[in-house]
C-alpha cells in the first residue's frame, strides 16, 4: 500500500497514532516532526523514497501535512532566538528563521504584522527604517552567538553571559508580545543589556570577579572598556542606549515603572546594545548584505 489511496482521516490516523508512540518512547517533538512522516512512510511499505525537493512522493507532502494539522506553529518552533518590534503602541513578534547557505531573505515575512500593517508600514519610511534596524539586531543575535569567533568561542564565561543576556532578551521579547504586563520586560531587558557588555569585557580576558568588583551595575563604564577592546564597538550610540534607561537595582524596587512605550523603546534598546556587541564577537553583521544599503535610524 503506497498510501495514495487513503483518505485524509486515515492518513491522520496513521500520524496520530505514530506521533503517540514516539511520544511514549521519550522522543521531543522537534523530533518527531522529521521521524513521524519517516515511520508512517515505511509502514506504508515506502522503503525508499526522497524527502523533499524533485521526486518527493505526494503523500508524503499530506502526511507532513497531518502532523502539522495537530500541533500549533511555535509547538513546533525549532528554537531560535525571538525579538520584538514596536509600531506605533503595538508590538510585533520577530521570529528569525533558520538559514543554512546562501539565500535571500525578506524581513518583513518574519514579523508578526498583519497584511494592513505592513503595507502601511512600507509607506513610512521612518517606521521601515526603524523595522529593518530591529530585524538585523535579532538576526546578529541569533545567528552571531552561535558563530562566535574561535578565539571567544573557547572562553567560558564570554559563551556564558553572551547566552544568558540573549535568553533575557528572549524572555523580554515574548513578554511584550505575549499580552502580558508589558513592564515585566522592563528588568530583562535591563539585565540582557549588562550581561552583554560583560561579555564584552569577558573577551578581553577579564575574569568574573574582576568584572564584578571592577564595574559592578556602571554600564556605562562597561562600555567604555568594551569599546576599547573592539575598535568598531559603537560605544556613542550605546551610551545613549543606557543613558536612557533606569538604574536596574532602584528599578526593582520602585512602584513607578516606565509606561507602554518607554518599555518598547528599551527592549529595542537592548536588542540593539546586545546585537553591537555580537558583532564584535562574530563575522555577522546583517545589514552589511542590505540592497540597497542603508545608514542606521535606529537607536538614534
Same mark, same amino acid.
Given at each position: 500500500?503506497?498510501?495514495?489511496?487513503?483518505?485524509?482521516?486515515?492518513?491522520?490516523?496513521?500520524?496520530?497514532?505514530?506521533?503517540?508512540?514516539?511520544?511514549?518512547?521519550?522522543?521531543?517533538?522537534?523530533?518527531?516532526?522529521?521521524?513521524?512522516?519517516?515511520?508512517?512512510?515505511?509502514?506504508?511499505?515506502?522503503?525508499?523514497?526522497?524527502?523533499?525537493?524533485?521526486?518527493?512522493?505526494?503523500?508524503?507532502?499530506?502526511?507532513?501535512?497531518?502532523?502539522?494539522?495537530?500541533?500549533?506553529?511555535?509547538?513546533?518552533?525549532?528554537?531560535?532566538?525571538?525579538?520584538?518590534?514596536?509600531?506605533?503602541?503595538?508590538?510585533?513578534?520577530?521570529?528569525?528563521?533558520?538559514?543554512?547557505?546562501?539565500?535571500?531573505?525578506?524581513?518583513?515575512?518574519?514579523?508578526?504584522?498583519?497584511?494592513?500593517?505592513?503595507?502601511?508600514?512600507?509607506?513610512?519610511?521612518?517606521?521601515?527604517?526603524?523595522?529593518?534596524?530591529?530585524?538585523?539586531?535579532?538576526?546578529?543575535?541569533?545567528?552571531?552567538?552561535?558563530?562566535?569567533?574561535?578565539?571567544?568561542?573557547?572562553?567560558?564565561? &564570554?559563551?556564558?553571559?553572551?547566552?544568558?543576556?540573549? $535568553?533575557? =532578551?528572549? +524572555?523580554? /521579547? #515574548?513578554?511584550?508580545?505575549? !499580552?502580558?504586563?508589558?513592564?515585566?520586560? &522592563?528588568?530583562?531587558?535591563?539585565?540582557?543589556?549588562? $550581561?552583554? =557588555?560583560? +561579555?564584552? /569585557? #569577558?573577551?578581553?580576558?577579564? !575574569?568574573?570577579?574582576?568584572?564584578?568588583?571592577?564595574?559592578?551595575?556602571?554600564?556605562?563604564?562597561?562600555?567604555?572598556?568594551?569599546?576599547?577592546?573592539?575598535?568598531?564597538?559603537?560605544?556613542?550610540?550605546?551610551?545613549?542606549?543606557?543613558?536612557?534607561?533606569?538604574?536596574?537595582?532602584?528599578?526593582?524596587?520602585?512602584?513607578?515603572?516606565?509606561?507602554?512605550?518607554?518599555?518598547?523603546?528599551?527592549?529595542?534598546?537592548?536588542?540593539?546594545?546586545?546585537?553591537?556587541?555580537?558583532?564584535?564577537?562574530?563575522?555577522?553583521?546583517?545589514?552589511?548584505?542590505?540592497?540597497?544599503?542603508?545608514?542606521?535610524?535606529?537607536?538614534?
Amino acid at each position: 500500500m503506497t498510501g495514495d489511496e487513503l483518505s485524509d482521516e486515515q492518513v491522520l490516523s496513521l500520524v496520530v497514532q505514530a506521533d503517540a508512540e514516539l511520544f511514549k518512547a521519550g522522543q521531543d517533538i522537534r523530533r518527531r516532526q522529521w521521524e513521524v512522516p519517516s515511520l508512517v512512510m515505511r509502514r506504508l511499505g515506502n522503503v525508499g523514497f526522497v524527502m523533499a525537493g524533485v521526486g518527493k512522493p505526494p503523500v508524503l507532502d499530506r502526511i507532513e501535512a497531518a502532523f502539522k494539522s495537530i500541533y500549533r506553529p511555535q509547538d513546533l518552533a525549532m528554537g531560535g532566538h525571538i525579538g520584538v518590534f514596536m509600531y506605533r503602541d503595538i508590538f510585533a513578534r520577530i521570529g528569525v528563521p533558520h538559514v543554512f547557505g546562501q539565500v535571500s531573505i525578506n524581513p518583513f515575512k518574519f514579523v508578526d504584522l498583519t497584511p494592513v500593517q505592513l503595507r502601511i508600514i512600507q509607506a513610512e519610511p521612518e517606521a521601515m527604517e526603524t523595522f529593518l534596524d530591529q530585524f538585523s539586531d535579532v538576526a546578529d543575535i541569533q545567528y552571531g552567538t552561535a558563530e562566535l569567533k574561535a578565539t571567544f568561542a573557547k572562553m567560558e564565561l &564570554v559563551e556564558r553571559f553572551i547566552g544568558l543576556s540573549r $535568553l533575557h =532578551l528572549h +524572555a523580554a /521579547a #515574548a513578554v511584550l508580545t505575549g !499580552g502580558y504586563d508589558y513592564r515585566g520586560a &522592563v528588568q530583562s531587558a535591563l539585565l540582557a543589556c549588562e $550581561l552583554g =557588555l560583560k +561579555a564584552g /569585557a #569577558a573577551a578581553q580576558v577579564l !575574569g568574573e570577579t574582576e568584572i564584578k568588583d571592577r564595574f559592578g551595575h556602571r554600564l556605562g563604564d562597561l562600555a567604555d572598556a568594551v569599546g576599547q577592546g573592539f575598535p568598531g564597538f559603537d560605544r556613542d550610540r550605546v551610551r545613549r542606549v543606557l543613558a536612557g534607561q533606569p538604574q536596574y537595582v532602584p528599578n526593582r524596587y520602585a512602584s513607578a515603572q516606565p509606561d507602554r512605550r518607554e518599555a518598547g523603546h528599551l527592549v529595542m534598546g537592548a536588542q540593539y546594545l546586545v546585537s553591537e556587541v555580537v558583532r564584535q564577537l562574530s563575522d555577522r553583521d546583517f545589514r552589511a548584505n542590505l540592497q540597497p544599503p542603508l545608514a542606521r535610524r535606529y537607536p538614534a
